[in-house]
């Protein structure tokens, strides 16, 4: 399915001419290279974009992402084979670079003399009688440059570290529209060696078989082109299918023959998924996974900036964010998704066109795809708009942002151990620590399809709101809006989709009658009660030593802090004592049947949820009545 709708999207693009062809590969590259009329290099100017990233700590980070360029077909042979335009610098150049000694045309097994050796050999005889100005230009280069007499060049040096993993193009010193890839005497004959090659390759019927894709009898590609940008993926690309072993071969067919996927069908998709990749509109990262959606459409702008901003703007509220913040996300963002009917921002938004969202991860020299969800795409935003709804929580300041709802299902201390130094591509290092793939994929499919979320989310919130420590306050257990608002969206659309009848209402719902959220209540009450009868500030509260196991086992422990309380009211004034053993009766009032001896995964979800709203209704009461009170002269 993946496979087809990106060939059905090539078609598409191909159709007002901006899908690559055949013949030519969609190539990343972040430096152009001046040359003068003699083959000098005068200058190397930087061609990569900057690009918003956003962090799991709510910031945003400025990268440099690549320009993407159409050059002649790349080579995807393993060992040293060089390209007609070569853009990797150990063939341009034939220079490596070490970080104590510099440039230097020197290796262990003479890579880089070889590979150069290989560039200039095979495009001296490509560009023999090409008579342009940029043609010429590029022979004087590859004939006066030698290696050794380089390794101080002034442009190179400037570069530092970033000249090794940089890719390369070729213009003319004062005319940057001038480039060697767009010349048209270049392109004439290479399409003219093209075509000469598929005249040969047609003659033999070795390979030829019907493509599940394009539905005719066409030649099988034997190797798959390399998809590159996927987050923590090989810099130099990965295959989406590949059979590098005998025991996934079957019939007597060698490598991807055997998945009949047919060379056109190929540079296909590999085309079409490359050009996502590269494009930071059509992606996003989610932790360690990669994102990739688009719309079947010429123009999908419009839907995969309104997609974005719905599931994981970078404009999205954070903890940090003001009221006037929050304000202008929902102004600038969300507004116009508010009806229910997914109105777009944009009158270029369809809502009833195709849109697809798949998730990849890397896998060695694969990548693995997670999911993949097609719908109309007025049915997906309303699907993310009900997401969002479903998280609405007391305490939480507008839509909640994927990054935010990753940060909190890691412990904290996982995160405060991460050196978080991500490269330009995303790829976290040290020991960033992501959420499993599994999870990450059933949680984006449960958004988008409105579909119930993976029973692994309600165990992964509920453990760590037991185990983790609140950094921030100190205390033994965190639970914030964004973890309540998890569990709250896992039993509401539990219910609902059941049928039944929503449990949990945004804020304290004091007629909910259930006893795990009713003991989650009486718990905050008892811990309020102990806190307002310390004048210092504890080390430990009742929340640091019982919660987990009130979590778990209200029966025994509970009885035991309402016995502790009756020793902190004494303490209190007696008007207050009064309110507080009222609201203790009005609680276990509504607990008909005696405490719950133990509480499953679902009704500790609960008991969190109780506590939480309690709290936060604890936190209402006592700023409304520090506002200072207004008089009217």
Not at 378 to 405: F, T
């Amino acid at each position: 399915m993946l496979i087809r709708s990106l060939c059905d999207y090539y078609d598409i693009q191909s159709a007002r001419g901006e899908a690559a062809s055949d013949i030519m590969s969609e190539q990343p590259v972040h430096w152009m290279v001046m040359l003068t009329p003699d083959g000098r290099v005068a200058d190397i100017i930087d061609k990569r974009i900057e690009e918003s990233v956003p962090q799991k700590n709510g910031k945003v980070k400025i990268v440099k992402k690549p320009i993407v360029v159409s050059l002649p077909k790349r080579t995807q042979k393993t060992g040293i084979d060089a390209n007609i335009i070569e853009h990797r610098p150990l063939y341009i150049f034939g220079l490596n670079y070490d970080a104590k000694i510099g440039l230097t045309p020197d290796d262990k097994t003479g890579k880089a003399r070889k590979s150069h050796e290989a560039f200039v050999k095979k495009n001296l005889e490509f560009f023999d009688g090409i008579d342009s100005e940029i043609a010429r230009a590029y022979v004087n280069f590859i004939k006066n440059w030698v290696p050794e007499n380089e390794t101080e060049n002034e442009q190179l040096k400037k570069l530092g570290k970033e000249y090794q993993g940089s890719y390369y193009i070729f213009a003319l010193d004062g005319r940057p529209e001038c480039k060697l890839h767009k010349d048209k005497a270049v392109l004439a004959k290479y399409e003219e060696l093209m075509a000469k090659a598929a005249a040969e390759t047609a003659e033999s019927d070795d390979g030829i078989m019907m493509c599940p894709i394009e539905g005719e009898r066409l030649r099988a590609a034997r190797i798959h082109d390399k998809i590159k940008g996927i987050k923590g993926g090989n810099s130099v690309g990965a295959v989406l299918v590949n059979f590098n072993s005998s025991a996934f071969e079957s019939y007597g067919k060698s490598q991807s023959m055997n998945s009949g996927i047919s060379e056109k069908a190929m540079k296909k998709y590999t085309s079409s998924l490359n050009k996502l990749l590269a494009d930071p509109m059509h992606h996003i990262y989610s932790d360690d996974m990669t994102v990739v959606f688009f719309a079947m459409k010429h123009d999908d702008k419009a839907e995969c900036d309104l997609f974005n901003g719905y599931l994981n703007s970078s404009n999205a509220v954070t903890e940090d964010s003001t009221k006037a913040d929050v304000k202008a996300v929902s102004e600038n963002i969300y507004h116009k998704g508010q009806t229910g009917n997914a109105q777009a921002l944009d009158d270029d938004v369809d809502n009833g066109v195709d849109f697809f969202v798949a998730g990849f991860t890397p896998n060695s020299s694969r990548i693995c795809q997670k999911f993949m969800v097609r719908n109309k795409f007025g049915k997906i935003i309303d699907n993310v708009k009900q997401h969002q709804q479903d998280m609405a929580i007391c305490g939480s300041n507008g839509e909640i942002p994927l990054w935010r709802i990753n940060n909190e299902l890691v412990s904290p201390k996982a995160s405060a151990r991460k050196k978080k130094d991500n490269d330009e591509s995303g790829a976290a290092k040290g020991s960033d620590l992501p959420i499993s793939p599994t999870l990450q994929s059933d949680m984006f499919q449960a958004i988008l399809n409105g579909t119930n979320y993976p029973y692994t989310l309600l165990e992964t919130v509920v453990r760590r709101v037991c185990t983790d420590s609140d950094t921030d306050s100190n205390n033994k257990i965190k639970i914030n809006e964004v973890r309540a608002g998890l569990i709250k969206a896992f039993i509401n659309r539990k219910a609902r989709l059941n049928g039944d009848k929503e449990e949990i209402t945004m804020s304290l719902d004091k007629e909910n009658k259930n006893p795990a959220y009713l003991c989650g209540r009486l718990f905050a009450v008892l811990e309020k009660i102990q806190l307002e009868a310390t004048d210092v500030k504890l080390n430990r509260t009742i929340k640091d030593a019982y919660f987990s196991s009130a979590s778990s086992r209200p029966a025994l422990i509970m009885p035991r802090l309402i016995d502790l309380s009756n020793y902190h009211l004494r303490k209190l004034k007696e008007g207050r004592a009064i309110d507080f053993s009222k609201l203790i009766n009005e609680i276990m009032g509504k607990i008909k049947d005696s405490l719950p001896t133990n509480l499953s995964i679902m009704e500790k979800g609960k008991f969190q949820l109780g506590y939480f709203q309690q709290n936060k209704d604890f936190f209402a009461e006592q700023n409304k009545n520090e506002e200072p009170e207004t008089v009217n002269e």
